[in-house]
């Protein structure tokens, strides 16, 4: 076993079959226990398999690599997000609660946004003529109430409503139940579900189908869930329905300091009450961090008091706090900094070369960025932006006839992907959807469409539409898909073309890579496989591009780096304006705890004293509560 604690090593060593609560702050090692608690498991039972929920696919992995030098590992445990298990097992039952055999993700929020909006003209409500009116901000005005209609929707969804507590909270008058369950219709008659869904009927599935449960409880003993602060109440309750009243030995770790999801439903208290009345576990607290300096610790214990407890072996590491005079000067002055740091090289403190990429600079939203990467660009200091997860969109003709293509051949139903489908193309949609042929029928008919190339588009769906959806030949796909547009890149007479064939090549690139990773983690053959592994996020790049990172808060969580800047530090900015009740404060607070303790060796936590607002006025700024005293 490598270097634990005693604390640790009571942890990893506990009775097997016990529930399990652990505490664990900022840079505890609270990832290093609960690997060694699934080996400590393994080593200790003959056959008997370990979930391990995680909350990034990216924990999913960092975990799995960890584990690998145990026997049998990938055949005893199962480690994977909370919604990939969930859509895991509908994937398999699904059909014994009605839903299709092949489940469509519906993973954008504007393709869901289109859903709800043709279940309420199937109702009969003139929903176009209501949103297509020439004042401005009268059309802004409506379009957020759809979107609070869709927010209400998740969170019906995120707290298992009833239609009883449904209609208490938001009054019978608003009919928002009807409106609701016409929605949830629209959804499965277009052969789809949304990402709330895979919780949702997942949860559903283990309650109404004990069998079903039953055979998962006997194969999986054990449950270890990472994150555990951020559980919202359907994630809890899918864990409790999977554990039924057979799987007691369940572990869940986690930091309340660093619950900072609230707005997807989030909340300690799953952790901290509801999993102490539900299983009596037995108790650990890790407070001591072996990852920060003491001046790291300092600050954060400054923002949460008490919540960190120092290594005897921790370095002194460094805290700087910079006034500027406003959003410029403060990126003058981190870029300075920079540069001062790349000329140091090296530091007693720092592992190896002090570079870019052993550094991050830290927002609260991306807004914050504006003024930094105009220097950074400047001072040709290479940086790249932290992706989440998610897919993101493609820019090209080509890439989004990729795109909405493979969606239709796996649900011709999807009549919203359908619909962008043909408007790209320039032909009219068909008035039902539910034919076989519809990409071979297209590719006939786009060759004399006016759109640009269209003889590649119309070789592009037929080789969509020829695909063997089980088993598709990708690298065949990719090899003639390549070529066509090699050939297209080397032709002169294309070259105001040049821009858009090199989008096309990067996000045929892209998608070859992603079906490459697909392969390589064995989440299974099909084309349908595939697209729900993109969906839930399995397929992200794990690779930042070079350079610097700049994140947000939300993006950097889990991970950290030697040096971090922590910049635009004011009131309205972090915490945000948005923030008005003292929940909404504790979060916000919570976000800023996060934000200090990603930085392993020194923190640089900058604010300006006034900004320029997007409409253009200067308004003098007061720094952020959190940091207005602290003290180096």
């Known amino acids: 076993m490598i270097n634990l604690s005693e604390t640790q090593t009571k942890i990893v060593r506990a009775p097997i079959g016990t529930p399990i609560q652990i505490l664990a702050s900022a840079g505890s090692g609270k990832t290093r226990v609960l690997t060694e608690r699934i080996r400590f498991i393994l080593d200790n039972t003959k056959k008997d398999r370990v979930i391990a929920l995680t909350f990034t696919n990216k924990a999913a992995e960092e975990m799995q690599e960890r584990l690998v030098d145990v026997d049998e590992v990938e055949d005893r445990t199962w480690i994977s997000t909370v919604h990939s298990i969930a859509q895991r097992i509908l994937e398999q039952y699904g059909h014994t609660i009605g839903l299709p055999s092949e489940l469509h993700i519906y993973d954008r929020d504007k393709d869901r946004m289109e859903v709800f909006l043709q279940s309420l003209r199937d109702e009969g409500v003139d929903i176009d003529e209501y949103l297509n009116i020439e004042d401005s901000k009268e059309k802004k005005n409506r379009q957020q109430v759809m979107q609070n209609y869709m927010d209400t929707f998740s969170v019906i969804k995120r707290e298992l409503l009833s239609q009883e507590e449904v209609e208490d909270r938001f009054s019978i008058e608003s009919g928002i139940w009807k409106i609701y369950q016409d929605y949830q219709s629209a959804l499965l008659a277009s052969g789809g579900i949304d990402y709330d869904d895979i919780l949702i009927f997942a949860h559903k599935l283990l309650l109404t189908q004990e069998w079903i449960a039953d055979l998962y409880r006997t194969k999986f003993k054990h449950i270890c869930v990472d994150e555990a602060q951020d559980l919202n109440k359907a994630q809890y309750e899918f864990i409790n329905a999977f554990c039924g009243d057979k799987v007691k030995s369940i572990l869940m770790v986690g930091d309340p300091n660093q619950?900072?999801?609230?707005?997807?439903?989030?909340?300690?208290?799953?952790?901290?009450?509801?999993?102490?009345?539900?299983?009596?576990?037995?108790?650990?607290?890790?407070?001591?961090?072996?990852?920060?300096?003491?001046?790291?610790?300092?600050?954060?214990?400054?923002?949460?008091?008490?919540?960190?407890?120092?290594?005897?072996?921790?370095?002194?590491?460094?805290?700087?706090?910079?006034?500027?005079?406003?959003?410029?000067?403060?990126?003058?002055?981190?870029?300075?900094?920079?540069?001062?740091?790349?000329?140091?090289?090296?530091?007693?403190?720092?592992?190896?070369?002090?570079?870019?990429?052993?550094?991050?600079?830290?927002?609260?939203?991306?807004?914050?960025?504006?003024?930094?990467?105009?220097?950074?660009?400047?001072?040709?200091?290479?940086?790249?932006?932290?992706?989440?997860?998610?897919?993101?969109?493609?820019?090209?003709?080509?890439?989004?006839?990729?795109?909405?293509?493979?969606?239709?051949?796996?649900?011709?139903?999807?009549?919203?992907?359908?619909?962008?489908?043909?408007?790209?193309?320039?032909?009219?949609?068909?008035?039902?959807?539910?034919?076989?042929?519809?990409?071979?029928?297209?590719?006939?008919?786009?060759?004399?469409?006016?759109?640009?190339?269209?003889?590649?588009?119309?070789?592009?769906?037929?080789?969509?539409?020829?695909?063997?959806?089980?088993?598709?030949?990708?690298?065949?796909?990719?090899?003639?898909?390549?070529?066509?547009?090699?050939?297209?890149?080397?032709?002169?007479?294309?070259?105001?073309?040049?821009?858009?064939?090199?989008?096309?090549?990067?996000?045929?690139?892209?998608?070859?890579?992603?079906?490459?990773?697909?392969?390589?983690?064995?989440?299974?053959?099909?084309?349908?496989?595939?697209?729900?592994?993109?969906?839930?996020?399995?397929?992200?790049?794990?690779?930042?591009?070079?350079?610097?990172?700049?994140?947000?808060?939300?993006?950097?969580?889990?991970?950290?780096?030697?040096?971090?800047?922590?910049?635009?530090?004011?009131?309205?900015?972090?915490?945000?304006?948005?923030?008005?009740?003292?929940?909404?404060?504790?979060?916000?607070?919570?976000?800023?705890?996060?934000?200090?303790?990603?930085?392993?060796?020194?923190?640089?936590?900058?604010?300006?004293?006034?900004?320029?607002?997007?409409?253009?006025?200067?308004?003098?700024?007061?720094?952020?509560?959190?940091?207005?005293?602290?003290?180096?």
């Open 259 to 632: 619950m900072i999801y609230g707005f997807n439903g989030s909340s300690e208290k799953y952790l901290t009450t509801q999993f102490v009345e539900d299983y009596n576990p037995t108790k650990y607290k890790l407070t001591e961090n072996y990852r920060s300096t003491k001046a790291i610790i300092k600050v954060a214990n400054q923002i949460k008091p008490q919540s960190q407890t120092e290594h005897e072996m921790a370095l002194n590491g460094l805290f700087h706090k910079q006034e500027c005079e406003d959003e410029y000067v403060e990126a003058q002055w981190v870029v300075n900094q920079i540069n001062e740091l790349l000329k140091l090289e090296n530091h007693g403190e720092i592992e190896g070369n002090i570079t870019l990429e052993n550094m991050v600079i830290i927002a609260r939203n991306r807004f914050v960025f504006k003024a930094l990467t105009e220097k950074l660009e400047q001072e040709k200091i290479a940086f790249n932006f932290k992706k989440g997860e998610r897919q993101a969109e493609p820019t090209s003709l080509f890439g989004k006839i990729l795109d909405y293509s493979i969606r239709l051949k796996l649900n011709p139903k999807d009549w919203v992907d359908g619909k962008k489908l043909c408007a790209l193309l320039k032909i009219k949609p068909p008035k039902e959807w539910h034919g076989d042929n519809l990409l071979s029928t297209w590719s006939r008919e786009v060759i004399n469409a006016d759109i640009l190339f269209p003889s590649l588009q119309a070789e592009l769906l037929a080789n969509i539409d020829s695909l063997d959806s089980e088993e598709p030949n990708i690298p065949k796909f990719y090899k003639e898909s390549s070529e066509q547009l090699n050939k297209l890149a080397n032709d002169a007479e294309l070259d105001d073309k040049k821009p858009e064939i090199e989008r096309s090549i990067k996000e045929l690139e892209e998608f070859r890579s992603a079906w490459t990773r697909f392969k390589l983690k064995g989440l299974g053959e099909s084309l349908q496989a595939f697209r729900n592994a993109l969906a839930l996020g399995q397929l992200a790049e794990s690779a930042q591009g070079k350079g610097i990172t700049l994140s947000t808060v939300h993006t950097m969580k889990g991970l950290e780096k030697d040096i971090v800047f922590l910049v635009g530090m004011v009131e309205g900015v972090f915490p945000d304006y948005r923030a008005k009740t003292a929940q909404d404060i504790e979060e916000e607070q919570n976000s800023a705890f996060v934000a200090v303790t990603r930085a392993r060796r020194w923190l640089y936590i900058t604010y300006p004293q006034r900004r320029t607002m997007p409409w253009g006025d200067i308004k003098y700024q007061s720094p952020s509560r959190f940091i207005k005293n602290l003290k180096v």
